[in-house]
């Protein structure tokens, strides 16, 4: 069995954001390892951190350890943005894809940033490889945004988000715009990427899924680590297991 490592430590933080401050109500603690869930039931809160993680925030108070306690003062001129990233994926709610680039030229875009490929390599095999972990048809891939489905839209932007397999994932409500019937998949793929070890933070509102989801939940109100079953209504808990036993039926077929 292989030892969780530490990816993201986060003590006493407080921030200034092009959103607005970071822990005004009370600091942020959370510690993430490497194959974890984390779930911010405060989507706001959790969209602020996001952008204090990847370098578009001043930290106030408090510290980010991020990749085995390597302390990271984390600002809007980090000058080691260009390692953050490489090595944090964001998917985005439902803004970020690039209207005049295809799906696949929008998957891309990281891997041929960071110079993935080869000199005048054409190859794209990176992004095609993440296109069809999201179950994008190939027929979707040469098409621009525009044209079509918003869920065909939103797999390309959780798509994006893994293809260069960053140790640390934030996704900022992954169930929005999805139909119900997609959930069991969602669910199913983010268990696959615990499983490949990804450290994954997400903000959601979608209190059934969260409780599917996490291995912990942050308390909007103290910022601090608890577990859904004493965070949540029982009946979001229970919504939660009879989703988790969807997904688990999926992955069985």
């Not at 709610?93 to 990281?110: A, F, H, K, Q, Y």
């Not at 903000?203 to 680590?225: E, H, L, Q, R």
Request: hydrophobic content about 40%.
């Amino acid at each position: 069995m292989i030892t969780p490592k530490q990816i993201l430590k986060i003590k006493n933080l407080t921030a200034a954001t092009p959103l607005g401050p970071l822990g005004a109500t009370a600091p942020v603690n959370l510690t993430l390892h490497s194959g974890e869930v984390g779930i911010f039931l405060n989507d706001r809160e959790c969209r602020k951190l996001f952008r204090t993680i990847i370098g578009q925030g001043k930290l106030l108070t408090g510290n980010i350890d991020f990749l085995d306690n390597n302390s990271r003062n984390i600002t809007a001129n980090d000058k080691d943005a260009g390692f953050l990233l490489k090595n944090v994926g964001f998917g985005f709610r439902d803004l970020g894809l690039i209207s005049n680039r295809t799906i696949l030229e929008n998957v891309d875009l990281p891997a041929r940033y960071h110079n993935y490929y080869k000199k005048g390599s054409s190859d794209s095999h990176l992004a095609k490889a993440a296109l069809t972990e999201l179950g994008v048809p190939r027929k979707y891939w040469d098409k621009r945004p525009p044209h079509v489905a918003i869920s065909i839209r939103k797999r390309a932007l959780l798509a994006r988000a893994i293809v260069l397999r960053p140790p640390l994932l934030l996704l900022d409500e992954p169930t929005a715009l999805v139909e119900s019937p997609m959930l069991p998949e969602l669910l199913s793929w983010i268990d696959s990427l615990k499983d490949k070890g990804f450290a994954i933070l997400i903000a959601c509102t979608d209190y059934p899924f969260a409780g599917a989801a996490a291995d912990w939940v942050v308390d909007p109100d103290s910022n601090k680590i608890t577990t859904s079953e004493e965070y949540m209504d029982p009946a979001w808990t229970k919504s939660g297991a009879l989703l988790k036993d969807l997904s688990n039926r999926l992955v069985m077929r």
